[in-house]
Every structure is written in structure tokens, then in C-alpha cells.
């Protein structure tokens, strides 16, 4: 892998890797969170890690079927929101780490890597030293699919528009989900419906799940595939 992002199909071997590696010891437990994290940002509009740790629950738009979040770069200038789809794949990652999103209350955050009295400081040095171990563990990933070692956590940002871009996704669509376009922030709002969503991030991975589904307002689930 000396591109500086992942083909789908290299993302598939990545998820099915984390899928099934074992969680009894603490190692393992501390190498599978953070090959999640890497997967979740690739799913997850290419997520930062420093927006990651600070992911809160919406009720509102989980119960319609997102995650949304506000890029930290750009919070204090337009605040432009990015709504991450719950596809079946991305739910079964966060199962898979443990996070219940379902009982997470309202505006709490989604991990415990910080808490609510954490500094900015704070912050940014735990997404410092993430980043570090993550790294390695992308290394040791690495290693055992074959890939180049020259992996970093960006490779997942990076993976998300080039998948997106080469399925022939709206490129407004991606530059949006990646708050790269600003001045299009309103018109992101009404362009692109519930069901473009699901269906564009759906082509992130294509690996074996439960049914990937679209969730709805009260919870029933509709296939969109």
C-alpha cells in the first residue's frame, strides 16, 4: 500500500480483521478498540480522531437514524454539521466494541476517552497519544494483512472520499460529509435525502453483516439494498 488510501477491498479485509480478532486479554481488548476507532472514522465521513472522542449522542436524529457531529475545526466559524448514517456495518462495530448507543443518554458522550470536565488541553494531548497507539496497532494490522506499514489513522479519512469518489457518489455529497465545502452547508440540508444517506455510505464496505438497513422514525427497518 504505498497510495495514501485504502481500496475497498482493502477496507473489507480491514473490518473483517477487526471482526474477528479476540477481545479476552487486555492487549487484545486495547488493539481491537483501536483498530475500531480507525474503522469508525472510514465509516463515520472520514471522523477525525479528535471529533471522535468528543462524539455526543443526539436522540433525535439517532432515533431517525444518524450520529451527527460538528467538526472541531470548524465549530466556532460556521458550525456546519455532519450526519453519519447508521449503517449495518458501523453498528456492528460499535457492538463489537462495547458502546450501546441505545443507552446512551442525550448529549452524553459516546466514549470515555475524555469526560465532561476535560480541558482543551486535555483533549488534545489524549488525541495525541491515541494517535500514537493507534498507529502501532495499525502497524501490527499491517503486518498481518500484508498491507505497507506506512499506515496512519488519516489513511481512513483519506479511504472515505476515494471509495465514495470512485463509486461515483455526488462529489458534493462527500465534500460536504467531510465539512470541506462550507459555503454549501444550507444546501447540504435539503439536497440529499435520508435514503441517499444510507445508500452512499452502504458502498463504503462490502462484507458480510447482519441486513443492511434503513432505519425510520419509529424504528421499523426498511432494506434499501
Known sequence: MSDKSHKKEQMDEVYNYFMNLPNTKKKQRNHKKRIGLFILSYLQNGMNLNDIIRLRMNKKLFNEGFLVFIRNKVKNTTGMKSKIPLIQPLLEVYRELGVSLDKIPNNSLIFDFIDENSLEYEITKTSQQLTLK???SLVKMADALGFEKNITFGFARKSYSTVLNNAGVNSNFIELNLCHNIGM???????????YFFRANSLLLDVETSERCLPTNDNQLL???
Open 134 to 136: 493507534i498507529g502501532r
Open 223 to 225: 432494506n434499501v439494498c
Open 185 to 195: 452547508a444550507g444546501h447540504y440540508l435539503t439536497s440529499f435525502n435520508k435514503e
